[in-house]
Every structure is written in structure tokens, then in C-alpha cells.
């Protein structure tokens, strides 16, 4: 395929090879510096060429490099430049396309004067007192810089590059007077910059949007300061999307319809504009359009009020997102070189749908997105109580009301490392989190509420577990619960038998639990089934090993049923659901299993172990015989069924009692603790 040639130098030409450069299509782009081609990016089938050209070096180039067609992707103001490329064409038959950058050429208002040439406006200035901020290049500086009055109280804003400091220093303007930075300019740094240098008349192009010059054009009049506007020349010409169209039907390749899309996702902080970082803000001015839900689209209102004036949509999911950015109608009203920003609730990186959303952009073929994080309410409610959080756990119950699994890990939390931030959805979480403390011995704790912080309602007050249980007054919540009793969590297992509430009903001894639970390996995202459970004494104790394990406690007796729920009670174990009936057929209805313990069968081992062999490779199974016939009955079943790793390991313990001055061993009964891993049948 014969590659594109791009006169570039703006911002619409980076972003058209981008384009041709997504679509496969080769291209090659001129620009005439140095530092034109450094803030190109590195791009698959782009050929960048430095230089400034005459119209007789550019027909040689043309010639010799076989092109498909040229775009003149210049500045509007480089009417020469355009006239050079124009005359190099004379005698090709090449396909040409101008184009256009879309400039609104407005009329004069408040204390704008506009002009049609940057000499008309240099002899302006001579009336003009006070600093004057020259945004216009260094090109035609030489025009400003002749009078020198006029020169003594310039400021000029360039690019950061050797070319153009040296066009200052050839017209003698001193460095305190330069200031080279690389846009684009908010109007925020605009103001800035007005009054660090006290410039009381601000002169610019009309360069459109991707010039900045809406930017500069707010800034001067929010500060009450002349603006001196050098009309842009009325330019016919392509938009961006027509270019596209237009080099797609040359070179038959479909282009990307959101090729020329810059997607920021950005964190828009707890609400009050005073929680907007400055980045975001400067994104938002910039946006063509911004998305996101009803309460982060209003903080963006009210951080940078321009936006009200930008197309808004209430959507934050890539499938209601992607569909009006793939639209043609949109970039053709947008013009292809296209700023949309998404707004998150607090910051980017912290419980956001930023990371969904940023890989389903990738997967849609959209790969400029950046993010931009924003100050989160435990970053805040940290700094208003005082409390430093790096050391704290964090979660959140926000839509996971009912849970259970995430009520097991806070209690652990709070108990194990006394400072946990809680993130909730409203008053009746609140009140929820001061039971779930005041139920599970955790009543000494200290609740520390941060309300609709950032607004001017914003409370944070100290409450006990008793006094949350009371909360009635909606709105934006954070917890931070205190617990200044907290004890280390045990890293291994070993509760005392004495731990448990027993009755009448049989139990695991605490010497085979220990055994038992090694030789299943668990992980912690582990599905538990401890069948036969009896007290539940293996099921609480795989359970407190983390709170990310789901451990289903399988018995078909009511009254041990009953007393698992109570020593899960006890233990403020969330993690464990009591099936109250017998395996097999209590399996069929549930997750299937990662890991199995079976201390008691109820004479149908056979069926139980067919059934688990039944649910899938992969599944870790131990089980505890007492007698010989049960093991004799395990090591033929074993022969019948699809496993490995088997091992058969024999425990004989033995305790010790105290006999007046004298401590005598009592044995206990030999154990059988098996063990093996269901293969695929």
C-alpha cells in the first residue's frame, strides 16, 4: 500500500496518523523541527520527516516518495506553508485534501479588539500600557518586537525549543521576559500565569479549540484584562472526519471511527469543587463532552463551570458509553480530534468502575486513555479525624448489604488489626455495622462517622457500636472503626476442644482437626463442604483461617445443626452455612467444592464419594476412619474411583492426666486420616 503524506505541525495531523496508523495504513509526516518531531509519538507505519521545505524541495520529495495522497494538516495561520504545498502538487494527479480546523470567528466583546493581520495588531499595542502576553509564536515575534516600549513589556509565551528560544534572543528579548512551556493552557494556568506577570493585555490567534484559544480567550475576560485576537483566515477545506472518510474509500481501508479519541477517565473527588485536583479540572475544560452518573456529573458543574456548557450524558458503562462514540454523527460534530472525559465518584483507583471501563475501551479498539485519580473519602475522612490510614484494612458493604462472607472478614478486620475504614451506602449500613460490633463482642469499639464530608453539611463525630444502631439521618457515609483491644490473629489453627459447645453430639478431636485440615491444602478462595460436621469444630476451624473461604457444614441431624450455628455464634463466623440434611443428596444444591473433609458418613461413604467424583477434577477430599472395617471399606473404593495423591496416614495419641502428685498418658483411639485428589473420569 502507498503510504499517506501528512503536512503536520498541528494537533489534527498528530491525531490523523494516529488514525492511518491504527488502520494499518502507512504514512509519512512532515514537520519542520526539531521539537515537531519529538511530541510525535513512536507509531506503527509513521515515517516522520524534519524540516522546513521550499515548494521545489517539497515536489522532489513528492516525487520520490510514491505517495497515495497528501493532507495539509497546517496550521490555519501558515498560509505559506498551504500556498508551497499547493504549487509542489502542479503536474501530479495526486489526490489533495485541506484540512480544516473548525475557528468560530466571533464577534468583538467586552474589551476584545480583533484584527486581520499580527502587523496590524503589533502597531496596536503601542497604546496598550501595562505587560503585555504575547501567546502567538515565535515565527512572526520579529513584528512585535520593533518597537521598544512595546518590546520592554512583553511576555512571550513559546515552545519549549531551542528554534524558538533563539527567534527571542534574536530579537533581544531577555529571559526573565520567555516563558516556554508546551500546551495546551487551561484557563485556570492562563489566569495564573496573568497574574504572576501583572499582564494587563493578553494577544493570541484565533486558533480554535485545539489551539487553546477558547482557553486564553475566558481567562482574560475573567480577570477583566484586554485581548487582542488576530482574526483566523477563512479557510475552506475537509473536516477531520471527512478526511478520513475520504482516505478510506482511496486506500480501502476502514479507519477506526474512534481513531482520533482521547478518553480520560477521571476521579472528580468527594463532591465540593474544593476536593477537584487541578488536572481534572483542566481535562474537564478541555472536554468536548463528559460523561458519567448524575452525582458526579454535578460535581463537575460545580468544579469548572464551562462544562455546562459541554454535551453531558448520564452514563458510566462502557456499553451505554461506546456506542455514542463510534457514532460518524459525532465526529462530525466534534470535528475527530475529540476530548471526552468520564467522571468517577472519588478517585479512580479505589472500589471505581474505572478499571472495567478502561479495559473495555482497550478491547473496543480505543488505546488513548489515560486516568486521572482523585482524592478519595478515606484519604479525607483520614485528614479530618486526624487518624493516618496507612495501616488501616478497608472495605466496602456498599451494595453487598447481605453478604455474609464480608461481614466475616470485617469482624476479623476489627478484632485482628483494631483500625478498619468502612465504605457503606447510607444510615441503615450504619446502623448495621453498630450490631454487627455490639452482637460479636466488639462493644468497646470506637465508630468514628464521616458525613457528606466535603459539603457544607459535613460532620465527622465520634459515635459507640450502641450509638450507630440509632442512626436515622441519610446521606454519604464513611466508617472509621477504632478497636484499641484488637488481638493478633492465630496464623494457624489449633482451637481447644474445650473451645466448643459439644452436648451430646460427636466431635472432631482437636489433634486429628490439626492433621486433617493440613492434608487438605486449602486456598483462599477456597468451597468447603465438612460433611458430617457434627459441632462444626472442622468447619469453624477452616473457616477463621480467612474470611474469603465459603464453608458449607453439611448434617442431617437437627440438634448438631443447631449446635453448629451456635459455636459459629460464638465465633462471629460469617463465612459458614449449616446444611441441615445428609449427603448425598445435600450436595447436589451446592457450589461445587474446591476442598472436602468427611468425618462422618452415616453408612453411605460410597455415595458420597461417587457423588464428589462425580462434580469435577481438582477437588482435595480427606476423611477420618475409627474402625478397621471403615478403612478396609475405603481402600476398595478408592480402587473403583478416579484419584491420586492418595495417602493413608494412622495417628495413635495419647494424653496426659494428672494423677495426684503424678501426670499419667491416656491413649485415645486410633485414627485413619485419608487423603487423595479427584481426577477426571
Known amino acids: 500500500m502507498k503510504p499517506v503524506l501528512i503536512y503536520s505541525g498541528t494537533t489534527e495531523g498528530k491525531q490523523l496518523s494516529?488514525?492511518?496508523?491504527?488502520?494499518?495504513?502507512?504514512?509519512?509526516?512532515?514537520?519542520?523541527?526539531?521539537?515537531?518531531?519529538?511530541?510525535m509519538p513512536k507509531q506503527d507505519a509513521v515515517t516522520v520527516h524534519t524540516g522546513r521545505m521550499t515548494a521545489e524541495e517539497m515536489q522532489s520529495f513528492l516525487n520520490e516518495g510514491g505517495f497515495a495522497a497528501v493532507v495539509d494538516a497546517t496550521h490555519p495561520f501558515a498560509v505559506e506553508v498551504s500556498e508551497n504545498i499547493q504549487k509542489s502538487l502542479k503536474g501530479a494527479s495526486l489526490p489533495y485534501f485541506r484540512l480544516r480546523r473548525d475557528c468560530s470567528h466571533e464577534t468583538p466583546q467586552g474589551r476584545e479588539r480583533w484584527f486581520s493581520s499580527a502587523k496590524e495588531c503589533a502597531a496596536a499595542l503601542k497604546e496598550v500600557k501595562g505587560n503585555i502576553l504575547l501567546t502567538t509564536g515565535s515565527k512572526e515575534l520579529f513584528l512585535y518586537a520593533q518597537d521598544d516600549e512595546v518590546k520592554k513589556r512583553l511576555y512571550v509565551r513559546v515552545l519549549p525549543s531551542a528554534e524558538s528560544i533563539r527567534a527571542c534572543e534574536e530579537q533581544k528579548i531577555t529571559g526573565k521576559q520567555i516563558i516556554a512551556l508546551q500546551g495546551p493552557f487551561s484557563e485556570e494556568l492562563n489566569r495564573a500565569i496573568i497574574k504572576q506577570y501583572d499582564i494587563s493585555c493578553i494577544v493570541t490567534k484565533e486558533s480554535g479549540a485545539a489551539g487553546g484559544f477558547p482557553e486564553k480567550r475566558k481567562a482574560a475576560e475573567a480577570l477583566g484584562i484586554a485581548c487582542y485576537i488576530i482574526g483566523s483566515p477563512q479557510e475552506t477545506g475537509l473536516s477531520f472526519s471527512e478526511v478520513l472518510k475520504e482516505l478510506e474509500i482511496l486506500t480501502q481501508t476502514a479507519i477506526p471511527k474512534t481513531a482520533?479519541?482521547?478518553?480520560?477517565?477521571?476521579?472528580?473527588?468527594?463532591?465540593?469543587?474544593?476536593?477537584?485536583?487541578?488536572?481534572?479540572?483542566?481535562?474537564?475544560?478541555?472536554?468536548?463532552a463528559v460523561?458519567?452518573?448524575?452525582?458526579?456529573?454535578e460535581a463537575a458543574k460545580a468544579a469548572v463551570p464551562a462544562v455546562s456548557a459541554k454535551p453531558l450524558d448520564c452514563c458510566y458503562r462502557a456499553e451505554d458509553i461506546l456506542p455514542k462514540l463510534e457514532h460518524p454523527e459525532v465526529f462530525q460534530k466534534w470535528g475527530g480530534a475529540v476530548q471526552v472525559v468520564v467522571v468517577f465518584s472519588g478517585d479512580t483507583?479505589?472500589?471505581?468502575?474505572?478499571?472495567?471501563?478502561?479495559?473495555?475501551?482497550?478491547?473496543?479498539?480505543i488505546q488513548n486513555v489515560r486516568i486521572l485519580s482523585g482524592i478519595s473519602c478515606v484519604s479525607y475522612l483520614s485528614a479530618a479525624a486526624g487518624i493516618s490510614w496507612e495501616d488501616a484494612e478497608i472495605f466496602s458493604i456498599h451494595g453487598r448489604q447481605e453478604d455474609l462472607c464480608i461481614k466475616n472478614r470485617l469482624l476479623e478486620a476489627v478484632r485482628s488489626r483494631g483500625k478498619v475504614f468502612v465504605l457503606v451506602s447510607g444510615a441503615s449500613d450504619v446502623q448495621e455495622i453498630g450490631k454487627l460490633l455490639e452482637e460479636n463482642g466488639c462493644g468497646n469499639c470506637k465508630v468514628i462517622l464521616g458525613h457528606q464530608l466535603s459539603y457544607s453539611e459535613e460532620q465527622v463525630r465520634e459515635y459507640t457500636p450502641l450509638e450507630c444502631q440509632n442512626c436515622t439521618e441519610e446521606g454519604l457515609y464513611v466508617c472509621l472503626i477504632l478497636n484499641f483491644e484488637q488481638k493478633e490473629r492465630p496464623l494457624t489453627h489449633g482451637r481447644r476442644d474445650g473451645d466448643f459447645l459439644r452436648g451430646q453430639v460427636p466431635m472432631t478431636k482437636e489433634e486429628v482437626r490439626t492433621i486433617a485440615i493440613s492434608k487438605l491444602r486449602l486456598n483462599r478462595q477456597g468451597v468447603v463442604y465438612d460433611i458430617g460436621s457434627g459441632t462444626g469444630s472442622v468447619a469453624a476451624e477452616i473457616a477463621e483461617r480467612s474470611s474469603s473461604l465459603s464453608v458449607y457444614a453439611i448434617e442431617g441431624k437437627p440438634e448438631a445443626a443447631a449446635l453448629i450455628r451456635e459455636n459459629c455464634r460464638k465465633f462471629g463466623l460469617y463465612n459458614v452455612t449449616v446444611v441441615n440434611q445428609a449427603a448425598p443428596e445435600a450436595l447436589a444444591a451446592l457450589p461445587e467444592p474446591t476442598h472436602v473433609f468427611i468425618g462422618g458418613s452415616g453408612g453411605k461413604l460410597k455415595e458420597i464419594l461417587s457423588a464428589l467424583c462425580g462434580r469435577g477434577a481438582g477437588?482435595?477430599?480427606?476423611?477420618?476412619?475409627?474402625?478397621?472395617?471403615?478403612?478396609?471399606e475405603v481402600s476398595a473404593i478408592l480402587k473403583e474411583l478416579p484419584v491420586s495423591d492418595?495417602?493413608?496416614?494412622?495417628?495413635?495419641?495419647?494424653?496426659?492426666?494428672i494423677a495426684g502428685r503424678y501426670h499419667r498418658m491416656q491413649a485415645e483411639n486410633p485414627i485413619w486420616v485419608v487423603s487423595f485428589t479427584v481426577e477426571e473420569e
Do not use: H, N
Not at 494516529?18 to 511530541?39: H, M, N, Q, R
Not at 483507583?349 to 479498539?365: H, I, M, T, V
Not at 477437588?619 to 478396609?632: D, F, H, K, P, Y
Not at 495417602?647 to 495419647?654: A, D, K, M, R, T
Open 291 to 297: 460523561f458519567g452518573s448524575k452525582r458526579a456529573l
Open 646 to 657: 492418595e495417602e493413608i496416614v494412622q495417628l495413635q495419641v495419647s494424653r496426659s492426666l
Open 619 to 632: 477437588i482435595r477430599v480427606v476423611l477420618t476412619a475409627v474402625t478397621l472395617e471403615t478403612i478396609g
Open 260 to 288: 482520533g479519541l482521547c478518553v480520560t477517565l477521571a476521579g472528580i473527588g468527594m463532591g465540593a469543587p474544593e476536593t477537584v485536583t487541578q488536572e481534572v479540572k483542566e481535562a474537564l475544560e478541555r472536554a468536548d
Open 18 to 39: 494516529e488514525c492511518l496508523s491504527l488502520a494499518g495504513i502507512p504514512c509519512t509526516v512532515c514537520v519542520a523541527t526539531e521539537y515537531g518531531e519529538t511530541v
Open 349 to 365: 483507583g479505589f472500589y471505581s468502575g474505572c478499571r472495567k471501563l478502561r479495559q473495555e475501551l482497550f478491547d473496543a479498539g
